[in-house]
C-alpha cells in the first residue's frame, strides 16, 4: 500500500516536495552559513548583509517550485499551462506588486550605493525626521527616531529623499546658541560669560589647530548677529564631538547660561502685553 500511494500523484509530490525541499533547506544553510562567515570578516552593515540573505532565500524558495513543477508529472502539465499564460501572469502580477517591486529594486539600490548603514544617525531633510538606522530589507528601512519610535518608511521613500548622514565622514558637529540681550547690558561681559561657559563644560569641543592657538583664535565664536526690536542678539558658535554631545550641550548651556545672566544683572528681553481697560 506504501509502494502505491508513493506511486500514485499525490504520492509523487508529497515525495518529490520531501527531497527538493530538503535538499534546498541544506543549500539554504550551506549559502547563509557562507555568508555569516564573510560578514564576519568585514564590517556587517557595509554591504547590508540582511538584504542579501532574503535575496538568497527568495531564490531557493525559486529554486524549490520550480524543481518540484519540472519532477512531478501531474504538475508538469500546470507548468505547461502557467508557461503559455506566462505573459498574462505577468503582467497581471506586475501590477498587483508594482509597489513591492520598486521597494525591492530600491532596496537593492541602497544595498549598492551604500548611503547609509545599518546605525548610522540620519536626517530625512524635507521630511523632518532623524533617528538611527536599525533595519534595511528589500521592502522598508527601519529607523528608530529620538523620541524612540520605530518608523518603517518604504524604500522608494528613502531613494528619493535628501538624506543627511552623521556618522559618513567627519561626526563632529557646530551647534549656535542664540541669545538675545537688553540694549544696556555691557556686550563684552555678555560674550565673556557664553565663552567661559561653553569652554568649561565637559562637551565642548576645541577644534583649533595648533597653529590657530598659536595666533590667538578664539575657542568659541560670538558674533552680534542682529539688532532686534526689543535686544541685541548674539550667537556662540559650539563644536562637540558628535550630534548626540551637542544636543546635550546645548540645553546645559541655556540653563547654564539663564543662571549666570541673573547673577550679573544682564537682562534678556522678553515680550510684554500691555492690556488697557476702558471702563
Known amino acids: 500500500k506504501i509502494l502505491e500511494f508513493l506511486k500514485s500523484d499525490i504520492g509523487s509530490i508529497i515525495t518529490t516536495c520531501v527531497v527538493f525541499g530538503f535538499i534546498c533547506f541544506v543549500l539554504y544553510k550551506i549559502l547563509i552559513g557562507i555568508l555569516n562567515r564573510v560578514s564576519a570578516r568585514v564590517n556587517p552593515n557595509s554591504l547590508h548583509w540582511n538584504i542579501l540573505k532574503q535575496v538568497i532565500k527568495v531564490g531557493i524558495i525559486l529554486l524549490f517550485v520550480i524543481s518540484v513543477v519540472e519532477n512531478v508529472p501531474a504538475l508538469s502539465k500546470v507548468g505547461t499551462t502557467l508557461l503559455a499564460c506566462s505573459s498574462v501572469i505577468a503582467a497581471a502580477v506586475g501590477l498587483a ?73 567627519d561626526q563632529r558637529m557646530v551647534a549656535f546658541l542664540d541669545v538675545e540681550v537688553s540694549y544696556d547690558t555691557d556686550i563684552d561681559l555678555a560674550k565673556q560669560i557664553l565663552k567661559d561657559l561653553a569652554v568649561n563644560h565637559p562637551l565642548f569641543l576645541d577644534k583649533r589647530t595648533e597653529e590657530e592657538k598659536a595666533d590667538g583664535v578664539e575657542p568659541v565664536g560670538i558674533l552680534v548677529r542682529a539688532f ?37 544683572n544682564i537682562k534678556i528681553p522678553y515680550q510684554t502685553i500691555e492690556i488697557i481697560r476702558n471702563n
Open 97 to 169: 506588486s508594482q509597489d513591492a517591486l520598486g521597494n525591492a529594486i530600491d532596496g537593492l539600490l541602497i544595498s549598492l550605493f551604500k548611503p547609509f548603514s545599518v546605525g548610522d544617525r540620519i536626517r530625512l531633510s524635507d521630511k523632518g525626521i532623524t533617528g538611527i538606522v536599525v533595519e534595511i530589507n528589500l521592502r522598508y528601512t527601519s529607523i528608530r527616531t529620538v523620541e524612540n519610535n520605530l518608523l518603517m518608511i518604504p524604500n522608494s521613500v528613502m531613494n528619493s529623499e535628501i538624506i543627511e548622514n552623521y556618522n559618513i565622514g
Open 228 to 264: 532686534n526690536a526689543s535686544g541685541v542678539a548674539l550667537r556662540a558658535s559650539v563644536w562637540s564631538a558628535n550630534i548626540g554631545d551637542s544636543f546635550k550641550l546645548c540645553s546645559e548651556l541655556r540653563e547654564q547660561v539663564l543662571k549666570a545672566f541673573k547673577e550679573n
